[in-house]
């Protein structure tokens, strides 16, 4: 438990300082939107997203029963 909390510390100091370097104003062409955001911030977006489609797609998934019949 010990070893994944120092994992996650590291992954997160990482992030943070990738995203602090990265905090110029970036132009994003969405379809038929242009959005100009700090780079920060769509990062941390991305991330986010990231994040959340990683918690929902295996919770998604049910565990099927092994097929048996020869």
């Known amino acids: 438990m010990k ?10 100091v990482t992030l943070i ?6 905090t110029e104003t970036v132009l994003i062409n969405i ?3 242009d959005i100009s955001m ?3 911030l ?4 991305c991330f986010a997203i990231g994040v959340i ?4 797609i295996p919770s998604s998934r049910t565990k099927k029963a092994p097929d048996t019949d020869l």
């Open 3 to 12: 070893t994944k909390v120092v994992i996650i510390i590291l992954l997160a």
């Open 17 to 22: 300082v990738f995203v602090l370097q990265n």
């Open 31 to 33: 379809f038929f939107w």
């Open 38 to 40: 700090p780079m920060a």
């Open 42 to 45: 769509l990062l941390f977006v």
């Open 53 to 56: 489609i990683g918690l929902i």
